[in-house]
């Protein structure tokens, strides 16, 4: 009859933790970005650039997005930046804003453990125009 030693069940424990997260990060990388419902029915206000601005406006509020993705960064990034902008587009139409100005897409990367991790934060100024 063969002897187990007090640490062959950590050790088998450890394994299986092992394989459960190996397992749920080969998940979350193959995972998608999260779809916008709707946004094809929907008339969003435009993003637009200082320079793209013609008429006289009012600043109605500040809109943030904020966005974490695990996965190859260099696959996400284009993704992740129209996400964004998107995403601003339908918070800024949720407080009747007629257009987004002075966007801002930044994209900040990371590891968590051995994982690629990448923030996505997305900020403008909802404006109405007069």
Do not use: H
Request: hydrophobic share 45%.
């Amino acid at each position: 009859m063969p002897t187990s030693t007090p640490l062959a069940p950590l050790a088998r424990l450890a394994r299986r933790v092992f394989l459960a997260g190996t397992a749920a990060a080969l998940l979350a990388a193959c995972a998608t970005t999260p779809q916008i419902a709707d946004e094809a029915d929907r008339d969003l206000p435009p993003i637009l650039a200082q320079d793209e601005i013609f008429r006289p406006y009012v600043k109605i509020g500040t809109v943030e997005v904020n966005l974490k993705r695990y996965g190859r960064i260099e696959e996400l990034q284009q993704e992740a930046e129209e996400w964004a902008r998107d995403a601003l587009s339908i918070e800024a139409s949720k407080i009747g804003a007629d257009a987004v100005i002075l966007p801002e897409v930044r994209i900040e990367k990371d590891t968590y453990i051995i994982f690629p991790v990448m923030y996505v934060k997305g900020k403008g100024t909802a404006v109405k125009f007069q």
